[in-house]
């Protein structure tokens, strides 16, 4: 079977999109497979990875008339272009689309040329594309039980299957982590990442309460910074004496997340994942641009115990760094969220979804 994947330009629908082309390739080896990325995306040095890639135009649509919405509609109808031609030439059997507007061409195409569609959603809440598309496919798969809650019309075609987490992403003992940061092992370890481009929002709040915690030499660091901080953060916790290790961005997630204590970050569908299989208390703040989506994530975090939500704003108060005095005075808190995740599913996503991507009956069942 030839299957087409399409995904967005954020890490948030890269790395579920590449975690089932890496299943695929590993369980259905005969399986011919392509992935589709608009041209503007997190470069990940993907195309090392083996697979077969082309880029589309793509670009967000405003209900408004200017130039500049102009000019991003005759790139969308490019990008239509683009993806007739991609359809036509790889001819597949299946189209699997993870959401955002770079799918909506080739997902309304495939349903024209009654090709198979599945869809993905990562979110709790449904994004726009995923919403509109879910009246083109055959089969969509959800990461969370809420998420039926806001697709009533598309609710039979709905099948929960988690989201797919890369093959990397294993646990890794912690001694073995230690020794690939070289970090201490009585010293109580954070992970401050902010989504796959990074956050300057929280890189420069977190640094600013570790400088008024009185407790921070008890404190290890691994921060992801994004491509712009990284210099800066580096010289500022040398500065403070703080044992760190700063990155613009880290290809070696599982060493991070599996020797941290505790995560700050934001709550975008790939890091909720992430967080839920390394069973991994957090300290989430919910990205104010995708503010409905990462707010409802964080809140199943929250409402099981697992997480603590704070917004944008905290950063510029000592909230954050009350918080953390109380997670660090009390070591049973910290195990109670912990312990919080034995309610989630540890099902494997991956496998359920290329299960489902493999169905040749999909659509009739």
Not at 101 to 108: D, F, G, Q
Not at 345 to 350: N, T
Request: overall charge positive.
């Amino acid at each position: 079977m030839k299957v087409l994947v399409v995904a967005g330009s954020s890490g948030g629908h890269i790395f579920p999109a590449l975690a089932l082309l890496e299943y695929l390739k590993l369980e259905f080896p005969q399986a011919d497979t392509f992935l589709v990325l608009p041209k503007k995306n997190i470069k990940q040095n993907i195309e090392a990875k083996g697979f077969k890639i082309a880029y589309i135009d793509s670009v967000a649509l405003k209900a408004k008339i200017d130039y500049r919405n102009l000019v991003s509609i005759c790139k969308f109808f490019k990008g239509s272009w683009q993806s007739l031609i991609i359809l036509l030439r790889f001819n597949p059997g299946v189209v699997v689309g993870f959401g955002s507007i770079a799918s909506v061409p080739l997902v309304v195409l495939s349903w024209l040329m009654r090709i198979k569609v599945v869809l993905h959603e990562q979110n709790v809440i449904p994004g726009a594309a995923n919403r509109f598309l879910v009246h083109f496919c055959d089969r969509m798969a959800i990461s969370f039980d809420q998420t039926r809650e806001y697709l009533k019309p598309g609710l039979k075609k709905l099948i929960f299957t988690g989201n797919p987490l890369r093959k990397q992403l294993v646990k890794v003992d912690k001694k073995k982590c230690r020794e690939f940061f070289a970090l201490e092992e009585n010293k109580f370890t954070i992970l401050v990442m902010g989504g796959s481009r990074g956050s300057v929002k929280i890189n420069q709040g977190f640094l600013k309460t570790l400088q008024s915690l009185p407790v921070r030499n008890k404190l290890q660091v691994i921060h992801l910074t994004g491509s712009n901080d990284a210099s800066d953060l580096s010289r500022d916790y040398s500065d403070l004496s703080v044992r760190s290790r700063v990155f613009a961005f880290l290809n070696e997630m599982e060493y991070a997340l599996s020797l941290a204590d505790l995560a700050v970050c934001r709550s975008g569908a790939a890091s909720i994942q992430e967080l839920i299989y390394y069973r991994l208390p957090a300290i989430l703040f919910p990205y104010p641009f995708a503010y409905q989506h990462q707010m409802a994530n964080a809140r199943v975090l929250e409402s099981k115990g697992a997480g603590i939500i704070l917004e944008d704003k905290d950063l510029d108060s000592n909230k954050l760094e009350n918080v953390l005095e109380g997670i660090l005075k009390d070591p049973r808190k910290l195990e109670a969220m912990r312990c919080a995740y034995d309610s989630f599913s540890q099902g494997d996503a991956a496998r359920r979804l290329a299960e489902l991507v493999m169905d040749a009956n999909i659509g009739h069942a």
